[in-house]
C-alpha cells in the first residue's frame, strides 16, 4: 500500500530562519509530487508541483523553493522564513494524469509557525 | 456555497438528514474534485468528476457537474456525525494547477 510521509509534523521558526520541510511517498512508482500551503482557516493554494525526478515547476511565488532529488522525495525550502510562510503544509501525490485532471493524495500535512 | 475566490458557507445538520454544498467557478475546467478535510488533518479525495460527466457517485455522496452555468454540488445522504469536515471544491483545467474554493464547513449534530 502506498503511504505519504511528511516531516516534521510540526515547526516553530524564527523570521530570518531556514526551513526544510520534507515529503515522502512509499509504494509508488514515480509519482507526481504537488506542495500545498493552508493559511490557518483557509483554503489551499498550490505551490509547486513535479512529475519527475530533478523537474519542479512554480505555481506560486512565496518565497520558496522546492526539489525533488529523488523520485519518492520532495523538498520545500526557503533560505528566510517570514511571518507570511506560517501555516499547515501539504505534499500530495497523484499517478498519471497530472495535476486537476488526476486524483490527488494528500499528505498529513506539517504545521508551520513563524514568530 | 463556495466560489472558487470567495467566501465560504457553514452547514449544520443532524445526523442522517441529507445535506448539499455548492461550488462554483469562473473559468472552463476539464476536471473538478471534492475533498473533505477534518480538523487538522490533510483533505481526503473524495470523488474527480471530469466535464464531460454530469454525475458522479461514492457510496454516500453525489457529485454533479452543469458545465453550462459552472456549478458543481455534492450531496450526502443519511449524514454521521464523522461527516463533520470542510468540503472544498477544486477546479482544474487540462491538467494545470488545482483551484481550491474556499471551503464550506459541515457539522453534523446528533
Known amino acids: 500500500a502506498q503511504t505519504i510521509h511528511q516531516w516534521p509534523v510540526a515547526e516553530i521558526k524564527a523570521v530570518g530562519s531556514p526551513l526544510s520541510l520534507g515529503c515522502t511517498i512509499k509504494?509508488?512508482?514515480?509519482?507526481?509530487l504537488y506542495w500545498y500551503w493552508q493559511a490557518t482557516g483557509g483554503t489551499l493554494q498550490q505551490l509547486f508541483y513535479s512529475i519527475t525526478v530533478g523537474q519542479v515547476e512554480s505555481v506560486v511565488q512565496l518565497n520558496l523553493s522546492a526539489s525533488r532529488p529523488k523520485d519518492d522525495q520532495f523538498i520545500l525550502s526557503t533560505e528566510k522564513l517570514l511571518l507570511s510562510h506560517s501555516g499547515f503544509y501539504l505534499c500530495?501525490?497523484?499517478?498519471?494524469?497530472?495535476?486537476?485532471?488526476?486524483?490527488?493524495?494528500f499528505g498529513p500535512g506539517t504545521r508551520l509557525t513563524v514568530l | 456555497s463556495q466560489l472558487a475566490e470567495e467566501n465560504s458557507w457553514a452547514l449544520s445538520v443532524h445526523e442522517g438528514e441529507s445535506v448539499t454544498v455548492n461550488c462554483s467557478y469562473k473559468?472552463?475546467?476539464?476536471?473538478l474534485q471534492w475533498y473533505r478535510q477534518k480538523s487538522g488533518k490533510g483533505p481526503a479525495q473524495l470523488i474527480l468528476?471530469?466535464?464531460?460527466?454530469r454525475e458522479k457517485r461514492n457510496g454516500r455522496l453525489r457529485a454533479t457537474l452543469d458545465t453550462s452555468s459552472q456549478s458543481s454540488s455534492l450531496s450526502i445522504t443519511a449524514t454521521r456525525c464523522e461527516d463533520t469536515a470542510v468540503y472544498f471544491c477544486a477546479s482544474s483545467n487540462s491538467g494545470t494547477y488545482q483551484r481550491f474554493g474556499t471551503g464550506t464547513k459541515l457539522q453534523v449534530v446528533p
Open positions: 500530495a501525490w497523484s499517478l498519471g494524469d497530472w495535476g486537476g485532471d488526476a486524483e490527488q493524495f
Open positions: 473559468t472552463s475546467i476539464t476536471a
Open positions: 509504494g509508488k512508482s514515480s509519482p507526481n
Open positions: 468528476i471530469r466535464s464531460n460527466e
